[in-house]
Every structure is written in structure tokens, then in C-alpha cells.
């Protein structure tokens, strides 16, 4: 193999940064913790469940080694297993109690290292970093597989993250006023107060553990449930993400025996619709036209029978 030039330069700013971030360390961030078992705690905290293969692709790491580390993690009650419902050779990774406590100072302590390497820095300086820390990731991250989307639950704190991400993006894209924000944050607090977890369902849309969708299915009565709060980032479209989340949506409609699944929404959602379209569900009802939320349209009701 011909050494590229860069090799030494790229080396040296490896050494730099291994120093700089203590990973040279007997344990990392000053417990005894190793750089792998805390990355597994990591990667553990982002979901709900998880399995050893996603945690070996997402660390690519040996998958013995990956054994070895959940063994003894395991055997300090830090995580738990259990069998999946949908494949009986599978194990679903989960933290224990212990291991939330454990990961939450893990992740404090990581929060704090970085916050303190960024305050050395003036602010000019502090934005060139993060760009060059972003280039970095983008370069070298293209040969990596593209990111894996993942349907779950919503974790704390990302209740508020659908209704903040609501109101602000369609206040951008469509001119919505902060009444329709309160209307989310009203949807949200009802499913949240009095949410019968058997019958009724809200998903998080995450890429790298970072919220990119939503949606809720509620149960409307009388054998109906209600797709609520479709939701895509704008910078996670174009990955059928939308059309996950709804076809996830009605498999769950189905699966605890709604006859039917039924929407409202807005004509001006031309993307919304055409998920919808092709997803079996048909336009059953166009109000005429008013103004709501600061701006003059028509609602739509969408009905898919199950």
C-alpha cells in the first residue's frame, strides 16, 4: 500500500484528540467504565430495546467482544434481556433501573467534558470547530452504511420535542399561527393523561437516536381508531419515513382489531396525502372552506377500513 501524505497529519490530530477527550485514561470520564461499555451504555440509552446485532453494527465492534462486555454488564444487573416477540432466537437489550442511573452520569459527565472544551473557545473560533467536527463526520462517515431509521417510543422529553417541532415547522412551511401549536400541545397531554396502552399507540421516527417523525394512533370509539400528528423533519425527507410511520400506524390499528382508521387533515398537505393515497385510505369528507390557525383552508377527513 502507498501511504497517503495526509497519514502523519491525520495520525498526529488522532493522538491529539484521544488526549484531549482522556481516552487514554485507565476508565473514561474519570470512572471505571471502559471506552466500550460506556459506548454500549450509550448506544442502550437511545431506545427502548435493542439487539446485540443493531449494537454491533452500530459500534462495529467484534461480536464477541460485543458478548463479552454485555456479559459483564449483565452480571452487574446493568442490563436487561428478554426474548422477542417476533423472533424467538432474538434477546431485546434493555437497561435496568441501574442501568439508567449508570448511563445518566455516564452522559452528564460526557455533557460536562464538552461543554468545558467549548468554553476555552471565543466564539468565531468555537463555530469554525463544530463545522470542521461536522465535515469531519460527513467525509469520513460516507463509506458507513446509511443510518438505519427506527420506529419506537417516545423517550422523556420527546412529548414536547412533537409539539415544539409542530408549531415551528408549520408556522414556516404554511403560516400557521401559535393556536395550532396549543391545539398539538392539547392532542399530546390527552394521549399522555389517559393513554390505554393496549389499544392506542404513539411512535418516535429516530436516525442516529435523534427524532426526525412522529405519529399517534388513538382510539376514536365505537371500533375506530385515529391516525393523529404525522410528522417528518425536513431534512429526514425523501427516506419514506413518513410512509414507515403510517404503514406502522395501520399494522398496529389492525393487529389490536380496529375496524377502521380514520384522519383529518388539510388539503394544502400535498405530501401528507399522497401517503395517505397510497395507503389505501380515501377522502370521506372536504369541509368547506374556512380559516383556521391564521389561514384560510379546507380540512379533509380520510378514512381506511381495516
Not at 497519514?7 to 488522532?14: E, I, K, L, T, V
Not at 474519570?30 to 459500534?59: H, I, K
Not at 442511573?101 to 455516564?106: C, H, I, S, W
Not at 390499528?253 to 380496529?258: C, D, F, P
Amino acid at each position: 500500500m502507498q501511504l497517503d501524505p495526509g497519514a502523519d497529519r491525520a495520525r498526529r490530530f488522532s493522538r491529539f484528540w484521544t488526549r484531549e477527550i482522556g481516552l487514554l485514561h485507565e476508565g473514561v470520564l474519570d470512572t471505571r467504565r471502559s471506552l466500550t461499555e460506556a459506548r454500549v451504555l450509550y448506544e442502550l440509552g437511545q431506545a427502548p430495546e435493542t439487539t446485540a446485532a443493531q449494537l454491533v453494527q452500530a459500534l462495529q465492534v467484534d461480536a464477541g467482544h460485543l458478548s463479552r462486555v454485555l456479559s459483564g454488564l449483565d452480571a452487574e444487573r446493568l442490563v436487561a434481556r428478554r426474548r422477542s416477540p417476533d423472533d424467538g432466537r432474538s434477546r431485546l437489550l434493555s437497561l435496568t433501573a441501574e442501568g439508567r442511573r449508570v448511563f445518566d452520569e455516564l452522559d452528564r459527565r460526557s455533557s460536562e467534558q464538552a461543554t468545558r472544551l467549548l468554553e476555552r473557545l471565543p466564539g468565531d473560533a468555537r463555530t469554525r470547530v463544530l463545522a470542521a467536527m461536522t465535515t469531519i463526520e460527513e467525509q469520513l462517515g460516507e463509506a458507513r452504511q446509511p443510518s438505519a431509521l427506527v420506529l419506537r417510543a417516545p423517550l422523556p422529553g420527546e412529548y414536547g420535542w412533537v409539539i415544539g417541532r409542530h408549531g415551528a415547522l408549520y408556522a414556516r412551511e404554511y403560516g400557521y399561527d401559535a393556536s395550532f401549536e396549543a391545539l398539538v400541545a392539547r392532542i399530546v397531554a390527552g394521549y399522555v393523561e389517559g393513554c390505554d396502552p393496549a389499544r392506542e399507540r404513539a411512535w418516535i421516527a429516530a436516525l442516529d437516536g435523534d427524532p426526525v417523525g412522529s405519529i399517534f394512533c388513538v382510539d376514536a370509539g365505537d371500533g375506530v381508531a385515529k391516525l393523529r400528528l404525522l410528522l417528518v423533519e425536513e431534512a429526514a425527507r425523501g427516506r419514506n419515513v413518513g410512509t414507515q410511520l403510517v404503514d406502522e400506524c395501520i399494522r398496529f390499528a389492525r393487529a389490536v382489531g380496529y375496524r377502521a382508521l380514520t384522519l383529518w387533515t388539510q388539503r394544502q398537505l400535498e405530501g401528507a396525502r399522497r401517503i395517505y393515497e397510497r395507503a389505501g385510505f380515501e377522502l370521506v369528507e372536504a369541509e368547506p372552506e374556512r380559516e383556521e390557525f391564521g389561514v384560510v383552508q379546507v380540512f379533509e377527513t380520510w378514512t381506511l377500513a381495516l
